[in-house]
């Protein structure tokens, strides 16, 4: 499977030269997209046999590439299989999906080499076994989505967020090469097998495990290193976005858990309390950016960050457990975790898609300028939908269950022994209670605005139904959102013996409990039964709809649409997305976002239109990237000046740093 696997990778990067060489040719979308979508394909199949089959076998391979001596390693474990599944599930769905939104590409030679280059480097990330090869694949996956990014560079904007991804994505990198650095110890063991074997020191495990929450997590999107995701993901094409949003941020998970997990193996109790900070901090504020946001696209991508913090609670939680020596509340934790990672990829990538599919057949972005797409795209209404329910946590839906299973990890913390712990868990969990009632608030928003009500332009009321293909795609995504959700059993099982491997202990068997219910922990203690609770929400819906058409009157009553007490019936009386979040702007607005709100309200007698403007800031860019970046240009004003040197005073401020060095390497000595 590991050949096969490494084959696949090679396959994808030979359909990125391909590309290439078919350069304006009109076949080459569906050509690249469809060998994309075989190659994706292959890998997935070959990764749910591996963890379904046999998911304690360790494939490894070494290729003499790399550094000099070292090679190249690569290995396929249980963790690394699962995340191909993820990572492939994804990948085929964009293939397909942009085989339909493909030909309304504008720029194809700018998307189709790096797009295979880009599922490629994803798929070498989870299967490198060596610090160089990790690094090198992971930078790989960097430049190709960055390219991915900027591939409509002439489009307001989006040279900017290709410039900040780039900047967050080096200084990530970086952030993972220090860590190594730690790992391999003076002797430069570089091979994650050597560093399985070195049991570092309490202080450098707890040193490497903040490195590593930096690097991944400037990837995955964590607060305050979240800046570059709602710039990027909305640039990308939208199948991109899909691939940004639902996989890349989850193979940044796999480099923290794989590091934390498998090659620190025993950071300190109290690096949890940061971790869990942390992701409290992400969940939040991640929900509440997205309530500001116009752009449906940028909602998604702040959406991303939210529930990448919720992905991280249930990682702080397994570690805080693990070091304390509670092996099966570390093993829910994890579990719930890695099960939102998969959920979180099915539904965020249905989201995006759904996205496209109103950028396709409107060109608009901008909630506000949207409206009444329900009745000329039905079919993408109802799979965006059901996306939305997914994300906001409603059963019988696949979100809800790996949120449940973090609250009910939650709900253990008081074992354990820490204060430090028993203060912050729950909190965290009152985050976690508040980010999942402000996700149902949001998406009743973003559904609302696009779908329903009066169309607000011409663009939206001139919209049609996108391909069958797209169509398609959402609706297998829906429908993989409800089975995760029903039958999340079975999932429980194939992710207990990649938790094994993590922590030594993993949740009794599930799928074979009576009614397909669901029991983490003990029957006395909780229990979930999706299967029951769908039955019950269709026949209740069945069983009203039978009443209401039986009993109800039979006389037809017809009346105009209730116009909020205004008697002229266009768009502009409607509800927008500013009016709708507007209650929670005012509660949080001067505490978090430091919101500006500007009214221009002509006196009586005057018939100039009124006008009312909202600024919202992240404070991440008011408090941290603002200074820094201001900083910077002072330092490089000031530094100016060297360039205009003469040639003497060149020679002297070179002899005078090499001198500095000499002393600095004497003293070090």
């Known amino acids: 499977m590991l050949i096969l696997a490494l084959s696949c990778a090679a396959a994808l990067l030979a359909i990125a030269a391909l590309a290439v060489a078919l350069g304006r040719a009109a076949s080459a979308s569906p050509i690249v997209y469809a060998a994309s979508l075989a190659a994706s394909l292959m890998l997935l199949a070959g990764a749910l046999v591996r963890l379904v089959a046999d998911p304690g076998q360790v494939s490894t391979l070494t290729l003499p590439i790399g550094l000099p001596g070292l090679g190249a390693y690569f290995r396929l474990d249980a963790l690394s299989a699962f995340f191909l599944v993820v990572a492939d599930l994804g990948g085929s769905a964009a ?17 189709l080499p ?54 967050m994505a080096s200084f990530g990198t970086l952030a993972l090469l220090l860590a190594f650095g730690l790992l391999a110890g003076p002797a430069g063991a570089y091979a994650f097998d050597a560093m399985r074997t070195a049991h570092p020191e309490p202080a450098v495990a707890a040193i490497a495990l903040m490195l590593v929450l930096i690097g991944a997590g400037s990837k995955a999107g964590v607060v305050p290193l979240h800046v570059w995701l709602p710039l990027a993901h909305p640039a990308a094409p939208s199948h991109v976005s899909a691939l940004m949003s639902g996989v890349m941020t989850k193979v940044a998970v796999y480099g923290f858990v794989r590091i934390v997990f498998d090659l620190i193996g025993t950071p300190p109790w109290w690096t949890s309390i940061i971790v869990l900070a942390f992701a409290g901090l992400t969940t939040v504020l991640g929900v509440l950016y997205a309530l500001m946001q116009h752009d449906l696209k940028r909602l998604l991508a702040y959406h991303t960050v939210e529930n990448i913090g919720i992905i991280y609670i249930g990682l702080g939680l397994a570690i805080a457990f693990q070091q304390n020596g509670i092996a099966w509340a570390a093993a829910l934790a994890l579990t719930a975790a890695l099960f939102h990672v998969l959920n979180h990829s099915l539904f965020k990538s249905l989201l995006f898609f759904g996205a496209g599919a109103v950028l396709s057949a409107t060109h608009e972005r901008d909630m506000e300028r949207l409206g009444g797409l329900i009745h000329r795209m039905p079919h993408t209404a109802v799979a965006f939908l059901i996306g939305c329910a997914a994300i906001s946590a409603l059963p019988p839906l696949n979100g809800f269950v790996s949120e449940w299973l973090t609250f009910q990890a939650i709900l253990v913390s008081p074992q354990l022994p820490q204060w430090g712990l028993k203060l912050m868990v729950p909190a965290v969990g009152a985050l976690l209670a508040l980010s999942a009632a402000l996700a149902a608030t949001c998406f009743v928003k973003a559904f609302g605005i696009t779908f329903l009500g009066r169309p607000r332009t011409g663009a939206a009321e001139a919209a049609q139904e996108v391909d069958r293909i797209s169509v398609a795609v959402m609706f297998a995504f829906a429908l993989l959102c409800f089975l995760a959700g029903v039958l999340p059993g ?28 669901i029991v983490p922990i003990a029957a006395g203690r909780s229990s979930y039964n999706g299967m029951i609770l769908l039955i019950f929400l269709a026949s209740s819906a069945t069983l009203t709809a039978i009443f209401i058409h039986r009993f109800a009157t039979r006389a037809t009553r017809r009346s105009a649409i209730w116009d909020c007490g205004y008697p002229q019936s266009s768009p502009a009386t409607e509800y927008t997305s500013s009016s709708f979040a507007m209650p929670i702007r005012r509660v949080f607005g001067s505490t978090v976002f430091a919101v500006r709100e500007k009214l221009d309200m002509p006196a009586p007698g005057e018939t100039r239109a009124a006008h009312f403007q909202v600024k919202v800031f992240d404070p991440a860019w008011r408090y941290a990237y603002g200074p820094l970046v201001r900083a910077a240009m002072k330092t490089a004003d000031r530094l100016n000046p060297l360039q205009f040197l003469t040639i003497r005073r060149y020679l002297t401020l070179t002899f005078s740093a090499l001198i500095l060095l000499l002393i600095v390497v004497a003293a070090w000595r």
Not at 95 to 111: C, D, I, K, N
Not at 138 to 147: G, I, P, R, V
Not at 493 to 499: A, F, I, K, N, T
């Open 490 to 517: 079975l999932i429980i099982d194939r992710l207990g013996p990649v938790v094994h491997g993590l922590v030594g202990e993993m949740l009794p068997p599930q799928s074979g409990l009576a009614w397909l219910s």
């Open 95 to 111: 293939s397909l999906y942009a085989l339909g939104y493909g030909r309304h590409e504008t720029a194809p030679r700018r998307v």
């Open 114 to 167: 790096f797009f295979a280059a880009y599922l490629a480097a994803m798929n070498l990330v989870v299967l490198a076994d060596d610090a160089f090869t990790f690094l090198l694949t992971w930078e790989f996956m960097s430049l190709t989505s960055w390219a991915l990014v900027v591939a409509h560079h002439d489009e307001p904007g989006n040279a900017r967020a290709g410039y900040i991804y780039l900047v």
